[in-house]
């Protein structure tokens, strides 16, 4: 073992070999029963380490001559390495947990930029709400018979379809413009997060981004179609929680797109 001062160190032997969050006592001749947790620092700049040494691994056991018995997926299990956490070039796969966060994220922003933009839809609803709430009240106190739900449905119908339009819009500019550009959207950003093709490094393709958020939305659009609609209600679901059992880590619409979401930098 190459000699170093005595200190604190990463924990050779953490509980959890991918994600260490302890390190231990080195006493310049051997590893010591101390042991204290790390900073949130030391664990991220761990994590870059251990994705690093997982890359340096993966190019040895591809460089290496075949030995007999020995696959390739042996050599990469060793040692202490899950093949499901990274990519086959090496870069550590994103949780599922930090991918429902940064959708959380994303959805807040889309939502207030929809809202921004959509405004005069969004007061218009209120105000044919408003009008509705009024005439009935109004026909109650005559004695007359108030609107139906249909008369209201109908006053609501211009201002729904203009607000729903604008959503629409922001959702496809905000993803495919920031995936394009940035190759993660702003609440991938924040929780350190991107989105790359996953047999090989580089930019994503127009084709890829644009083929990822149709798939990725797809079972809105089957909602609007009569009697497979409630099929396509349960899409948005199984697509999220596809990742949780699936081999590669990818939701459905990282399988048709041919991507994955990875720790950034990482």
């Known amino acids: 073992m190459i000699e170093k001062e005595p200190g604190w160190y990463r924990d050779p032997a953490p509980a959890n070999q991918q994600s260490p969050t302890t390190k231990r006592y080195w006493d310049g001749q051997q590893w010591t029963t101390q042991v204290r947790a790390a900073s949130r620092q030391e664990r991220t700049a761990w994590q ?21 018995g020995v696959g390739l997926a042996t050599a990469l299990r060793s040692p202490g390495v899950v093949s499901r956490d990274y990519t086959p070039d090496g870069y550590l796969l994103a949780g599922w947990w930090s991918r429902a966060g940064a959708l959380a994220i994303d959805w807040l922003l889309t939502t207030i930029l929809g809202v921004v933009l959509g405004w005069r839809y969004v007061t218009g609803l209120a105000r044919g709400f408003s009008d509705y709430s009024t005439q009935v009240s109004q026909a109650m106190a005559a004695g007359t018979q108030p609107p139906t739900a249909d008369a209201l449905g109908s006053q609501l119908l211009p201002s729904l379809i203009g607000l729903s339009v604008v959503m629409w819009g922001v959702k496809l500019v905000y993803t495919v413009g920031f995936l394009k550009a940035f190759q993660a959207t702003p609440g991938k950003f924040m929780l350190g997060l991107e989105v790359r093709l996953r047999e090989r490094p580089g930019t994503l393709s127009w084709g890829t981004v644009l083929v990822r958020w149709l798939i990725q939305n797809i079972g809105a659009l089957v909602g609007l179609v009569p009697v497979v609609g409630l099929l396509g209600s349960f899409y948005p679901l199984l697509n999220y929680l596809w990742p949780l059992w699936d081999g590669k880590r990818q939701a459905l619409h990282d399988k048709v797109a041919g991507t994955n979401v990875v720790r950034r930098g990482g």
């Open 48 to 68: 870059h380490e251990i994705a690093q040494e997982q890359r340096e691994h993966f190019a040895l056991a591809m460089s290496a001559p075949a030995q007999p």
